[in-house]
Every structure is written in C-alpha cells, then in structure tokens.
C-alpha cells in the first residue's frame, strides 16, 4: 500500500508527509494542568524540535493525530513555535478519553467505536490513572450499534476492567 501511495503522490507531484519519520517522547503521559488533565512530551516534527509542549487530548493516539495535523499545516504555512503551542493547547477532542472528574469515583467517557479505538482507550485510561484499575471501584457503561463488533469490545473491556460493575446498552 505504502508504495502505491507513493507512486500516486509522485504522478500527482503532491508531498508525503510520513508520520513514521516523526519522532516523540511522551514525558509525562498525565500532568495536571489548566484545570484539567494534559500530556506533555518532546518531538521532532518536519525537522523543528518541540520540547515539552502540552495537549489535552489524552492518550499516545491523540499525540500521533496531533503530530499529523502539525505536520500537514507545517507544510503549507510557516507558523511560530508560540503558535504551534497555542493551538497544540488549545484543541479539544469530546468524548475521546475526556475526564469529567479527576478525583474519586474517576468519570471518564470514551466514544470508541471499534476494537483498535477500545485498546487505545484502555491504554490511556490505564496510563492517565497510573495505578492498578483492579484497585479502583470501576462502573463501566458501554454503549454499542448493531454493525460494530460488540462482543469483541465487550471482551477487551472485561479483560481489561475484569473487576467493573458493567451496564450494556445496545
């Protein structure tokens, strides 16, 4: 696939951007920030190192979308550092791994929708928590349409969260 879309971008004189030659290093994947939950880390994106800036949007799949959209509107406009920051800061994503309530109970609403976007949730959740979810009172509330792979995501949540109260509407 890779190579088709090379050639396609070469006949249509059009730039790669290749996420894979980004690099990033999250520093610390849950700093409590500007009322809220932040990640920070350092990158390297189209050849301009960033150390430490910040977003909101929770989990390592966050920074990689975020780091594609830098990319993209680093390609065709020259823009600050401070901008960059600023707009990094700044860009929300509802109800992809969103905390309602940092304290206890923990509220955190996710609206993945297939088994790859479950694992990132589980992950960041996982990450953002820093500590055993077994040890955490855990009231799962899962919600899924006919045409997704329901048991599937079930399956990944029970393994994952094996100690949660669960509520499944479908």
């Given at each position: 696939i890779r190579d088709v879309i090379h050639r396609k971008a070469e006949e249509m004189h059009a730039p790669i951007l290749d996420v894979a030659e980004m690099s990033y290093e999250v520093v610390d994947p849950a700093c409590e920030a500007l009322g809220g939950i932040v990640v920070r880390f350092n990158a390297v994106v189209n050849g301009r190192n960033y150390e430490d800036p910040a977003i909101r949007m929770i989990g390592e799949h966050q920074l990689r979308n975020a780091m594609t959209a830098l990319s993209a509107v680093m390609s065709v406009i020259d823009i600050s550092e401070e901008a960059v920051r600023a707009g990094l800061l700044h860009v929300i994503n509802p109800g992809r791994v969103e905390f309602l309530q940092y304290s206890e109970p923990c509220i955190v609403i996710d609206g993945a929708h297939n088994p790859s976007g479950i694992a990132a949730a589980i992950d960041a959740?996982?990450?953002?928590?820093?500590?055993?979810?077994?040890?955490?009172?855990?009231?799962?509330?899962?919600?899924?349409?006919?045409?997704?792979?329901?048991?599937?995501?079930?399956?990944?949540?029970?393994?994952?969260?094996?100690?949660?109260?669960?509520?499944?509407?479908?």
């Open positions: 959740y996982r990450k953002t928590i820093g500590r055993n979810v077994d040890d955490n009172k855990l009231l799962l509330v899962f919600g899924c349409l006919k045409d997704k792979e329901c048991d599937t995501m079930v399956s990944m949540l029970a393994e994952a969260f094996g100690n949660a109260d669960f509520l499944m509407l479908q």
